[in-house]
């Protein structure tokens, strides 16, 4: 998965799998955060353009936008996040992904970070 992965300078990532791009905040992010207390979704079938705000994440430390990585349109929402919002915590790659999108411009995901990009951009390398 490692190499599939894409991620933003405002600390999303983004999945291809199947043709749609699933999308959650990084794990560097989740612990900035602190512990997540709720999470305000988008609606299945919204249209976002790249980098629009699509979700707002409320922590003990602040609210966050959660920016769009790639154009598209909302085609599942992670409703388990609405009661369960610390799975973003524990699990911010796979249980915590916060929406699934239908891609409008794939060239977008190659123009994001890559793992080893973003472990640069976050100090981590």
């Given at each position: 998965?490692?190499?599939?992965?894409?991620?933003?300078?405002?600390?999303?990532?983004?999945?291809?799998?199947?043709?749609?791009?699933?999308?959650?905040?990084?794990?560097?992010?989740?612990?900035?955060?602190?512990?997540?207390?709720s999470?305000?979704?988008?609606?299945?079938?919204?249209?976002f353009?790249?980098?629009?705000?699509?979700?707002?994440?409320?922590?003990?430390?602040?609210?966050?936008?959660?920016?769009?990585?790639?154009?598209?349109e909302?085609?599942?929402?992670?409703?388990?996040?609405?009661?369960?919002?610390?799975?973003?915590?524990?699990?911010?790659?796979?249980?915590?992904?916060?929406?699934?999108?239908?891609?409008?411009?794939?060239?977008?995901?190659?123009?994001?970070?890559?793992?080893?990009?973003?472990?640069?951009?976050?100090?981590?390398?």
């Amino acid at each position: 998965m490692a190499e599939q992965i894409r991620f933003t300078k405002e600390h999303e990532w983004v999945l291809i799998r199947e043709g749609l791009a699933i999308v959650g905040i990084s794990d560097f992010a989740q612990k900035q955060l602190g512990d997540i207390v709720s999470i305000e979704l988008p609606k299945v079938g919204s249209r976002f353009r790249q980098m629009q705000p699509i979700a707002i994440v409320d922590s003990i430390k602040a609210s966050s936008d959660i920016y769009c990585p790639m154009s598209g349109e909302i085609v599942a929402v992670n409703e388990c996040l609405l009661e369960h919002p610390e799975l973003m915590n524990q699990s911010p790659y796979d249980l915590g992904w916060i929406v699934k999108i239908r891609p409008a411009n794939m060239e977008e995901f190659d123009n994001l970070m890559t793992k080893a990009q973003y472990e640069e951009f976050i100090g981590e390398k």
